[in-house]
RNA sequence: GUGGGUGUAGUUCAAUGGCAGAGCACCGGAUUGUGGUUCCGGGCGUUGUGGGUUCGAGUCCCAUCACCCACCCCA
């Protein structure tokens, strides 16, 4: 074989595109009954927005950014994440004067280039909300409710909510200040990931998994404690919206968003089940990020999740995720007149709306009725050259084995006799 | 980027260092006029790829690629 697909990417072959399908309209009934409309943007952006957004520092932008130039040498990148360039466009479209609150949603690809492993590519797809307009803390239970009402409509039940608030970039500057001087003394001691993280991000420091790290976080200062007034009173107006509208979750201070643009409340949608990559969805409130990209200072706040591991989720739940469409009949073919003539019929069920199968390199009855219960069709259509002459086709049910005799009309007959 | 595991037919899997096989799926046939069952027939596949050891390699060694798992990161 000579060329394969690029590590990390898979195809979606018509055997599972239904479910795809099925989950992507599905979203888009959730996230319409809540009054969000679909944006969709461009795959690549200029890179800086990205790293801007994101932040220089993160991961993404660092190392899993797929970037290039253009031939004017401009620097792009494919998108890492779906936030960014929604606010982009929401701010070069002048959104803000259309309404005093924008809602919207996306659903498509993302790269980062990262090691591939169970429920994590490098293109992978992703659906996303966006609420953009107010700081009202309605709004972000607001968010949270479209993810957990969808989750349970498509029968996932085993998932938990974790929520967190980092606070304003004012109460996240103290809180990291307070974090490295409980983890300075000690520093040596550390494992070396969380001796950059020191550094870089040390919230990253309360989720290190290596044990010895782990000892060092007894009686570490959170982020719950640093926060300022506002901050305070917003996150406890989050959990009274939450509990009023009887979405269970846990409070996890050790909850952080990888992306530099997220302020206050930050949450995450988790099934265990799916092995290390246990993340259904994530999101969080990003109140300074539309100012940052050159818009007017407006709150935010938005979540991402992706259908790849909702997809491993769902079907070790064992959900339904639709069906493959099934032909409505199969036409099965006698003799090179009926074969010929048969034409206008064919089309003319097909016009109607009907799914007509019909093989014309099968010859023998033997194969036609065989592939017709391969396809799993409900109808055969049976036509032979005396039929023709006569006028008529015969419509055999091939679950129950009756057939009769209809008129070889413009259609109208069998569309009757199938959808009855 | 780091570590561990696995690569044989479309697929699931066999094959002591000695002739590369089976189930399922697929295709054809059993009087072109009625299917699902049954019966018969249909497989030389770069054993992921490239080297090496050996009289001989699917099997042992090295490299490489891909996938899986974990670290990391994240949705």
Known sequence: MKYNIPRGTFDILPKDSYKWQYLADSFRKI??????????????EMAELFERSSGESSDVVQKEMYRFNDRKDRTFALRPEGTAPVVRSYVENHLDVLSSRTKLFYIGPMFRYDRPQAGRYRQFYQ????????????????????EMLWLIELGLNNVRL??????????????EAALRDFYRPNLDKLCPDCQKRFELKPKRLLDCKVPSCKAFREGAPSQLNYLDEACKEHFSLVRASLDAMG?????NPAIVRGLDYYTNTAFEVIYDGLGAQNSLAGG???NGLIEQIGGKSIPAIGFAGGFERLLLALEQEGASLGSRSVPDAYLVCLGDKARSGI???????????LF???????SSLKAQFKAADNSGARFAIIVGDSELEAGKINLKNLQSGEQQTLPLDGGEAAMQAINR
């Open 247 to 251: 979405i269970a979750y846990t409070v």
């Open 162 to 175: 974790e929520i967190n608030s980092v606070g304003c970039a004012s109460c996240a500057a103290d809180y």
């Open 127 to 146: 659906y996303g909300i966006e609420f953009i307009g107010s700081n009202n803390p309605y709004y972000d239970a607001e968010v949270i409710a479209i």
């Open 284 to 286: 969080g409130r990003y």
């Open 356 to 362: 007509v199968d019909y093989d014309p390199d099968k």
């Open 31 to 44: 996230a319409s009954r809540f009054g969000y409309e679909e944006i969709t943007t461009p795959i690549f």
């Open 343 to 353: 034409m206008p019929y064919l089309n003319a069920l097909r016009s109607k709306g």
